[in-house]
């Protein structure tokens, strides 16, 4: 996983709440048995005028000009920022990676779906909750402001508007040090392997049927 | 002693360590794989140079990408057959308690087969890289999809980092009507909590209500736990969960058995235990459900109507109604019952179960599908599930009113194989998302339950299968 320390960059507001999984990357691009190439199919039911095949040139297809990513003033945006419930649906880790190879580094939301919490953290996308007042008011700032930035703080908890604002979030703090690190979470795991043994020695004593 | 819930039951029991803050590590019984969300895993798993834990909890099979019928072609999708193909050659490297290919007859929905092999059994961990594997809670277990990463951690380590889950008791008592049932009932709930009610949160059904429901019905609700945003969803062990395990080929025997059933039954929340939120429901006063939007929490009855966007204050919510009536292809105000279906779907790890397809049969006997309907068909959950309805001419009665009858899969519940809706297609299926495309790019899916739907293709629009004579 790369280290996550701090972002700034360009906002994209996507002003619809219960964002699935399925939108972020429709099932036909699932079929890949590889963790890359996700990033030309984003969104792909909203981005594209016609239906997108795994496997097509995507520089070729019409684009919907009216979705948001691709309206000049957004591209090339780093932060997301959504509405509540971001990432509902299915438990596709393809999500993530969708998002971050299209090049976010960073969703804002009011509230995230769980699964799709605990996978973006899996890869190094960061996950702000901000509270839906705020996130309204960053609505109205990134589509009245053309060139809307927000600076990121991992470390300071903190988002900082252009304004000069900071706002705070909350972070699992065992999260939070995993992506300030880059760590392999499955290698912190295995070094308790001898408590996970035990653990199975002794539930195969008393619950023999399991194994 | 201090009382204790389900959850906390089955958190204790398989906690391995957990820190100052409260991140545990959680021991995981069953790892249910299927070839979607595995590839990248057992890739992961080569590239860091590790092993399996314990392939003896993996059980596999294929369903999303396999065809439902000319199943002696083969899958013709270049694209599907490799995904199916690797899961084949990661399960043949590295092994697992019991693999269903492409064709074996045991294969099916990864949500079907665990409980109907007794791989999952109550009191388990049961995870899978499916966000339907709530399915499983209607066991007494704390089951829950994982995603690919954590596919690969549990792989690797036989365990999970995680932070407990606030308690959630969802009670529905009371006697549900004729014609109401656990896919009713769970979409009674989403419409009533919403899709993020359950968020952060692992969901017991108690009740009078649950408790009459079978093993079927109950795993339908779990199932739906999700929609809900819930965590995990689980239902206390009783002996309609003891009678459905016994006799499993995966299931313990002799005196295993009678050592296994003493403990299940410990599986439920004590006397006066404590839940964070308590949502309380009158099974009487349900009706059957049918979705109308883009979201399962998008629900009313079947004798509602649509709803008028202009009555609603909140401007975002005003706006997502809009969104998902243009989506829909309907106007405000029409009443459900008589808007008109181009295909029913009958299967879906939700609704795929011969109790389902027995109460689809019921409705669809002696009767033909409406002319303007122009694909009813019944998928099966599973291998066993196919061959028990026919066994009971479940088979022949669908036929005979004009449905097909297919081979199983997860088929047109995402449509990942040729099994979709063409784009402004209206569907009455049992599966459980409704959001847009989910079925096919521009599908317009309605949720119902297996009657429902039945009643729909016979009728060829909905109508309340309460009164459907
Ligand atoms: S039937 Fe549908 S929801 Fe269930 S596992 Fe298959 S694709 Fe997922």
Known sequence: ?211 | MVAQTLYDKLWSNHLVHEEADGTALIYIDRHLVHEVTSPQAYEGLKLAGRKPWRVGSIVATVDHNNPTKDWDLGIQDPISRIQVETLDANIKEYGALTYFPFRDERMGIVHVIGPEQGATLPGMTVVCGDSHTSTHGAFGCLAFGIGTSEVEHVMATQCLVMKKAQSMRIAVDGNVGAGVTGKDIALVIIGKIGTAGGTGCAVEFTGSAIRALSMEGRMTLCNMAIEAGARAGMVAVDDVTIAYVKDRPLAPKGQQWDQAVAYWRTLKSDDGATFDKIITLDAATIKPQVTWGTSPQMVTTIDGYVPDPAKEADPVKREGIERALKYMGLAPNTPIAGIAVDKVFIGSCTNSRIEDLRAAAVVARGRKVAGNVRLAMVVPGSGPVKRQAEAEGLDKVFMAAGFEWREPGCSMCLAMNDDKLDPGERCASTSNRNFEGRQGTGGRTHLVSPAMAAAAAIAGHFVDVRSFT
């Open chain 1, 1 to 211: 996983m790369d280290r996550f320390v701090s972002r700034e960059g360009l906002v994209a507001p996507l002003d619809r709440s219960n964002v699935d999984t399925d939108a972020i990357i429709p099932k036909q691009f699932l079929k890949s048995i590889k963790r890359t190439g996700y990033g030309p199919n984003l969104f792909d039911e909203w981005r594209y005028l016609n239906h997108g095949e795994p496997g097509m040139d995507n520089s070729k297809r019409p684009l919907n000009p009216d979705f948001v990513l691709n309206q000049p003033r957004y591209r090339g945006a780093q932060i997301l920022l959504a509405r509540e419930n971001f990432g509902c649906g299915s438990s596709r880790e393809h999500a993530p990676w969708a998002l971050l190879q299209f090049g976010f580094q960073a969703v804002i939301a009011p509230s995230f779906a769980d699964i799709f919490f605990n996978n973006s953290f899996q890869n190094g996308l960061l996950l702000i909750t901000l509270d839906a007042a705020t996130v309204d008011r960053l609505f109205r700032d990134a589509q009245s402001a053309p060139g809307f930035r927000l600076a990121v703080d991992l470390e300071q908890q903190s988002v900082k508007t252009p304004s000069g604002d900071i706002l705070k979030f909350d972070i699992d703090p065992f999260r939070k040090h995993c992506l300030l690190n880059g760590l392999d979470e499955i290698g912190l795991t295995l070094q308790r392997a001898d408590k996970i043994r035990a653990y199975e020695a002794q539930r195969r004593e008393q619950q023999p049927w399991l194994f």
